[in-house]
């Protein structure tokens, strides 16, 4: 968990990242313009986790 979170932290537009160890999910905001959805799942595929899928959410204006 620890591991995860730490990595996306140190990710280029990564301004928060939350693990939910118990649903298996990590929620994160990141700046777009910086940084992919899918690289950062990549980063989270690398450490030997599986990443089943990919959700992206617009912030609200």
């Not at 537009?13 to 910086?34: I, P, R």
């Not at 595929?45 to 959700?55: A, D």
């Amino acid at each position: 968990m620890q591991k995860i979170q730490g990595a996306l932290e140190k990710q280029a537009g990564v301004q928060k990242v939350k693990v939910l160890f118990n649903a298996s999910k990590v929620k994160l905001e990141f700046d777009d313009s910086a940084n992919t959805a899918d690289a950062l799942a990549e980063v989270v595929k690398k450490l030997g986790y599986e990443v089943k899928s990919v959700k992206v959410k617009q912030p609200a204006e």
